[in-house]
């Protein structure tokens, strides 16, 4: 709504601190995302070319505010009159951004290594869980990720990791709809933090 575009222009603003662009730097100020262990695959994804649409790899230096409406369009609500064709493409567009933060080579793959990074990156603050038990519940989500997609594989076979498709199967019946929203929007957070 231009409601939530004005909202989403100011919080750009301050974020830019009233520049025509955004860095990567400017994120360091969101008090929201300073204790996410994945901080730098969420900044990294706001200025990936594959979530801005224009390009199949690469990063983006800085973005404008056109940019950032369209990562922010990634994190809208589901609308209540949206036919099954439009939910069914809503759902594809989340799973795509989500899809790009595991990928980080850009090769439309995530692989098993790509798969430990992040969840070596999501257990990183529990000084509980050991790097290797990390590891282990990364290969065991890939075993069961290769079970699910490929069905049973043979001895000699091996899994490449997840495509896009295989994703998708992944997901199915999880609600992503209403999950990946954004919080640090709130712009109360930051002025109490001044």
């Given at each position: ?5 004005e909202h989403l ?27 996410n262990?994945?901080r ?7 200025f990936?070319?594959?979530?801005l ?7 983006a230096d ?6 950032f409406l369209?990562i922010?369009?990634?994190?809208r609500p589901?609308e209540?009159?949206?036919d099954e064709?439009?939910?069914?493409r809503?759902?594809k567009?989340?799973?795509k951004?989500?899809f790009?933060?595991y990928?980080?080579?850009?090769d439309?793959k995530?692989?098993?290594q790509?798969y ?31 079970s699910i997609c490929?069905?049973?594989?043979g001895?000699?076979?091996v ?7 295989d ?7 999880i ?20």
């Open positions: 709504t231009s409601e939530q575009i222009h100011r919080r750009f603003k301050q974020l830019s601190r009233d520049q025509l662009t955004i860095r990567k730097e400017n994120f360091d100020s969101i008090p929201d995302l300073e204790f262990p994945i730098g695959k969420i900044v990294h994804a706001f990936d070319k594959r979530n649409r224009q390009a199949s790899h690469g990063l800085e973005i404008n505010f056109e940019d369209t922010m369009s990634y994190f589901i209540m009159n949206m064709e439009q939910l069914d809503f759902r567009e989340k799973l951004f989500l790009h933060m990928d980080s080579d850009h439309g995530i692989t098993l790509e430990r990074n992040v969840v070596e990156e999501l257990l990183s603050g529990n000084p509980h869980l050991e790097k290797e038990s990390a590891r282990s519940i990364a290969d065991g989500a890939m075993m069961e990720a290769a490929v069905g049973q594989m001895p000699d076979q899994y490449e990791g997840i495509t896009f498709e994703f998708l199967k992944m997901w199915q019946g609600d992503i709809e209403t999950k990946m929203h954004v919080r640090f929007l709130n712009m109360e957070t930051i002025a109490h933090c001044y």
